[in-house]
């Protein structure tokens, strides 16, 4: 456990290491809640990798905490010596201050009687006691005294600060100064070394120069031949595609000796048997056209008498669809007529009406 100073400001670094030891806690327990919702890995056993790594983690931590607690002993020792040294200089001029009253008391005890002076010095309240009612207990008689050392404690950390921040730059200027003299020496020995090997330098790039040379030509004379070679080559397999009969499909090939056609060498007819074809074709179509003519115009005679009597038959039902529908807008209209003439003959006995047909309907009945 680390030491918390009660000074203010002091505590910084064990809240940054409490933080630090709450933040591991949590990341420790959502690691273990993500592995226990996993069933394989609860049910397996122990989970080595994990161990390992709380381990390690722990080690860091362990290791942080001692440099931590390092650095805080550290500040510590030397704000303590800050106080001593503070305590001993009050002390020193308590001394003095004791000293100078005790002086004081002996020049007014060598003093005649009765010769004291007309006025006397002003009051000072720090040097009176509580009699004089010029100080009194819960005042805040250290605070300039505190705020001294306070201000004289920021004084030293800033100027620790101020000196760490000039030694490190003092050191990266030594350290810039220590790479550029390499650099130097790095140059000099890279020139030195080019002045003796220069003339060999020289010989050998002149050799490696007709070497590339000699072997250019030769590589140019590989090629070319590869070239001419492959031009051959196609020349031929040209050549060959162009007077190979099974390539070319020759039609002659399917004729056996005796002149009659072998079926597994059959590749078409030749150009003469397929113009013979088209001849025959076109005599054909010829031919059907003649006899197609006289077909045609009979077709088409009875394709007008068919027209012609459907014609008559449309016409015929028309004029049955408009008598049907003449007889029916007649009937409607009687139907009309008759509602019209008992909608007046309702409207005209609405009050009721007693004729002669009323009195004669007496006696009439079978009952």
Known sequence: RSRV??????????????????????????????????????????????????????????????????????????????IEQREQEELETKRKEAAALKETWNEQLAAPKNQVAKMADPVKPEECGLSALQRFNGEDRSKYSRQRLQKEQVKSWTKQQMA??????????????????????????????????????????MFLKEQNLALAEEVAAIKAAEVEAEKSARDAEIEFSMNDPFL?????????????????????????????????????IAAKAGAGSQEDLEWSAHQQHVRNILDVEDAQLKAQARDINLAHRKMLEEQMQSERARKQEAAAERFGKLDDSFYENFGCSHR
């Open 248 to 284: 070319c499909e020759d039609t002659s090939v399917a004729l056996a000796a005796d002149g009659r056609i072998r079926r597994d060498h059959f590749k078409g007819f030749s150009k003469d048997q397929t113009m013979t074809f088209y001849q025959e074709n076109e005599k054909m």
């Open 164 to 205: 760490e921040r000039q030694a490190k730059a003092n050191e990266e200027v030594d350290e810039m100064k220590r790479y550029a003299q390499y650099l130097v020496m790095i140059g000099d020995r890279r020139a030195q070394l080019e002045a003796e090997e220069g003339g060999d330098v020289k010989k050998r790039a």
């Open 5 to 82: 100073n009660t000074m203010p400001g002091l505590t910084v670094t064990a809240m940054e290491r409490e933080e630090m030891r709450i933040a591991a806690i949590r990341k420790r327990m959502s690691e273990r809640a993500s592995r226990n919702q996993n069933p394989r890995m609860r049910v397996i056993g122990v989970d080595v990798a994990g161990l390992d790594a709380q381990i390690a983690e722990k080690k860091a931590m362990h290791h942080d905490n001692k440099a931590d607690e390092k650095l805080q002993v550290q500040r510590e020792q030397f704000i303590n010596m800050m």
